[in-house]
Nanobody
Framework: QLQLVESGGGLVQPGGSLRLSCAASGFTFDNHVIGWFRQAPGKEREAVSCISSSGRNTYYADSMKGRVTISRDNAKHTVFLQMNSLKPEDTAVYYC???????????????????WGQGTQVTVSS
């Protein structure tokens, strides 16, 4: 059964850190680009970070640069998103998605992804 399962979300104070995980099963993980997206109430779903199938290429949204690191372990079919120096405006539901993108530069386009997880809530508040 094809699945993407996010975990690691929660409530954190401003300036705190969280490490999100995306565990995949049911498809050939190591030939898929993985993207992390987030959606805050009343806002569009936006790309946060992506990683190529090999892990050699990464993308970070300007709003997250310097505060987030994406990595993947193809042997464990898992992608990680380490988020530091979190701000209240980072509050959102975070989703991971998998897709076989021909060009990595398209990784911010959510329509390029075939599979989505159900999301994990991240709340940054004092």
């Amino acid at each position: 059964q094809l699945q993407l399962v996010e975990s690691g979300g929660g409530l954190v104070q401003p300036g705190g850190s969280l490490r999100l995980s995306c565990a995949a099963s049911g498809f050939t993980f190591d030939n898929h680009v993985i993207g992390w997206f987030r959606q805050a109430p009343g806002k569009e779903r936006e790309a946060v970070s992506c990683i190529s199938s090999s892990g050699r290429n990464t993308y970070y949204a300007d709003s997250m640069k310097g505060r987030v690191t994406i990595s993947r372990d193809n042997a464990k079919h898992t992608v990680f998103l380490q988020m530091n120096s979190l701000k209240p405006e980072d509050t959102a539901v975070y989703y991971c998605a998998a897709g076989r993108l021909l060009w990595f530069r398209l990784c911010t386009d959510r329509d390029r992804y075939n599979y989505w997880g159900q999301g994990t809530q991240v709340t940054v508040s004092s």
